[in-house]
Nanobody
Framework: QVQLVESGGGLVQAGDSLRLSCAAS????????VGWFRQAPGNEREFVAY????????AFADSVKGRFTISRDNAKNTVYLQMNTLKPEDTAVYYC???????????????WGQGTQVTVSS
């Protein structure tokens, strides 16, 4: 069992940056794929990014490509989502999730955090 806790969300202005953290407990995160998803009010949950266990493979949604990066520190059992040049349309609750296969669908992930709110004002 893996417990995930997101942090780092907040209220920022367009163009600002935020770094979200996904900290794991219960089991080591080093053998899991970790993905980030987001859900805005009235919208379905959507894929943002993932990183494999070795950090050699990453993927991003087209909407964030070039602005967001994902990294992991297995020694700290933590995955990070660096979000630069934020836009109002990035406003959402951001969730991290862990699984054993690479995927952009939420169904590929077995463990989920509670989410952290990101609000970007124009």
């Amino acid at each position: 069992q893996v417990q995930l806790v997101e942090s780092g969300g907040g209220l920022v202005q367009a163009g600002d940056s935020l770094r979200l953290s996904c900290a794991a407990s219960g089991r080591t995160l080093s053998t899991y794929v970790v993905g980030w998803f987001r859900q805005a009010p009235g919208n379905e949950r959507e894929f943002v990014a993932y990183i494999d266990w070795s950090a050699r493979s990453t993927a991003f949604a087209d909407s964030v490509k070039g602005r967001f990066t994902i990294s992991r520190d297995n020694a700290k059992n933590t995955v990070y989502l660096q979000m630069n040049t934020l836009k109002p349309e990035d406003t959402a609750v951001y969730y991290c999730a862990a699984g054993v296969v690479l995927g952009t669908s939420g169904g590929a992930y077995s463990y989920w955090g509670q989410g952290t709110q990101v609000t970007v004002s124009s």
